[in-house]
């Protein structure tokens, strides 16, 4: 299972390891919108493929 996040700048982050694939999806967040999200957050807004 894979999850992944489309951010509305058109960026997809996909990730196998959940863990991971929240660091990545924080790191875009704070890198190029300047906004931080929990786990929580980054989990809520993803979808499982």
């Given at each position: 299972m894979s999850y992944v996040v489309t951010c509305p700048c058109g960026v997809t982050?996909?990730?196998e390891d959940v863990?991971?694939?929240v660091?990545?999806?924080q790191k875009?967040?704070?890198e190029?919108?300047?906004q931080e999200a929990s786990k929580e957050?980054?989990?809520a807004m993803?979808?499982?493929e």
């Open positions: 982050i996909r990730g863990d991971q694939f660091k990545d999806v875009h967040g704070k190029v919108h300047n957050q980054v989990l993803a979808r499982q």
